[in-house]
């Protein structure tokens, strides 16, 4: 499947922000739910705080961000959810509605850029957007890109039953099951391997 580099960018940066949704948090990462001082703790959100949304922006080199406050951080994560259920739609022409809902908010404006030496690309936000409306309407758009080529089924979750990551498939026959191979993939390749060994065991 042949995805432009700008749209390959921003399909990155969506699973990334899908992915730092608190029950989202990968195995290993962080705390495990359960009781700190008496109180339940789960899974740590990914964005906690206007400091680690700088940090994503600079992460995926998102530029003109300008200064962030905590609406941002709301949008961003209303925003986030919206992804989520996306990536959770039963077919196209769910995933279809719920990102034309998405992007129509977000007031798109194509204009082709060549900003900080990369070569020409289509930005689908205003120049003066909120951080938000920026990742709506680019990663919303990278989005319709995958339905539009009928591929919505690439919008996936990682298969392990303790992880739940989104993952965008990009395997030639949509083949690929885990976020990672080398993380979730291979624990559960291991544990099957083990458990055909205590059976044959027996």
């Given at each position: 499947m042949l995805i432009p580099h700008d749209t390959r960018i921003a399909l990155?940066?969506?699973v990334d922000l899908v992915n730092t949704a608190p029950e989202n948090e990968p195995?290993?990462?962080?705390?495990?739910?359960?009781?700190?001082?008496g109180v339940m703790e789960g899974p740590e959100d990914g964005l906690p705080d206007v400091a680690a949304l700088y940090a994503f922006a600079e992460r995926h080199h998102i530029s003109g961000v300008g200064t962030l406050g905590?609406?941002?951080l709301d949008a961003v994560r209303d925003v986030r959810s919206r992804f989520a259920e996306v990536f959770a739609a039963p077919d196209a022409r769910t995933a279809a509605d719920l990102v034309n809902r998405l992007v129509a908010a977000a007031g798109t404006t194509p204009q082709l850029t060549d900003h900080d030496g990369y070569d020409w690309h289509v930005h689908y936000f205003a120049p003066d957007a909120s951080l938000s409306d920026h990742l709506a309407a680019d990663c919303g758009m990278a989005l319709a890109f995958i339905i539009v080529a009928g591929e919505q089924e690439r919008l996936r979750r990682c298969e392990a039953?303790?992880?739940?990551?989104?993952?965008v498939d990009l395997s030639r026959n949509r083949s690929r099951?885990?976020?990672?191979s080398r993380?979730?993939?291979n624990r559960l390749h291991v544990a099957a391997y083990r458990a055909r060994r205590r059976e044959a065991g027996a």
């Open positions: 990155d940066t969506v195995p290993g990462d962080g705390p495990a739910d359960g009781l700190v001082d905590e609406k941002d039953p303790d992880c739940g990551l989104a993952f099951r885990y976020c990672s993380t979730c993939g």
